[in-house]
T-cell receptor, first 113, second 110 residues
Framework: DVKVTQSSRYLVKRTGEKVFLECVQD?????MFWYRQDPGLGLRLIYF???????EKGDIPEGYSVSREKKERFSLILESASTNQTSMYLC????????????FGPGTRLLVL | RKEVEQDPGPFNVPEGATVAFNCTYS??????FFWYRQDCRKEPKLLMS???SGNEDGRFTAQLNRASQYISLLIRDSKLSDSATYLC???????????FGKGTRLHILP
């Protein structure tokens, strides 16, 4: 069974804090993705990575950065958290090729006060 | 026209009924199509792929209409456990990222 885990289910941070969200997958997937999901807006792609040390901007990269130092781990960083980054953050992974199934982690609900 | 559009619902359907919803896409060269299911406060999970010839899995049938650029999902003999949000996913040709629709909420009523 594919397993994608995220470091926290719930997180509360203050405005201006640096926030790290960690994602780990155990299926040797090449591709990893970070999304945020907000009511009425659906899933929006923040960043993705097709290989170690490689990253590509998604649709809404502003205010975020990512790191992929190892194949199994993809980190999302909020350099200076803001209240409009309060959201559900979902990590996903897939095998190579954009036609492959994406497997999602359980999500991290982030509240920025 | 938005890249992927779905009726947000909610569809309120009595248990045992048949329900169908569509998803339209704008890029005629799109290559791959999927339906994902997302339960409340859970992550999305693949329900089924949508092939050109259609795809059936038990009570669920997915179809692709390339001429009209939409995919459909039909659920027969609906169960209470089918209550969820159904996300349409499209992979455009020549692009790296797939596109998720915003989802259709389905409530099966006892």
């Amino acid at each position: 069974d594919v397993k994608v885990t995220q470091s926290s289910r719930y997180l509360v941070k203050r405005t201006g804090e640096k926030v790290f969200l960690e994602c780990v997958q155990d299926m040797d997937h090449e591709n990893m993705f970070w999304y945020r999901q907000d009511p009425g807006l659906g899933l929006r792609l923040i960043y993705f990575s097709y290989d170690v040390k490689m990253k590509e901007k998604g649709d809404i990269p502003e205010g975020y950065s990512v790191s992929r130092e190892k194949k199994e781990r993809f980190s999302l960083i909020l350099e200076s958290a803001s209240t409009n980054q309060t959201s559900m953050y979902l990590c996903a992974s897939s095998f190579g090729g954009n036609q492959e199934t994406q497997y999602f982690g359980p999500g991290t609900r982030l509240l920025v006060l | 026209r938005k890249e992927v559009e779905q009726d947000p619902g909610p569809f309120n359907v009595p248990e045992g009924a048949t329900v169908a919803f569509n998803c339209t896409y704008s890029n005629s060269a799109s290559q791959s199509f999927f339906w994902y299911r997302q339960d409340c406060r859970k992550e999305p999970k693949l329900l089924m792929s949508v092939y050109s010839s259609g795809n059936e899995d038990g009570r669920f049938t997915a179809q692709l209409n390339r001429a009209s650029q939409y995919i459909s999902l039909l659920i027969r003999d609906s169960k209470l456990s089918d209550s969820a949000t159904y996300l349409c996913v499209v992979t455009p040709s020549g692009e790296d990222k797939i596109i998720f629709g915003k989802g259709t909420r389905l409530h099966i009523l006892p």
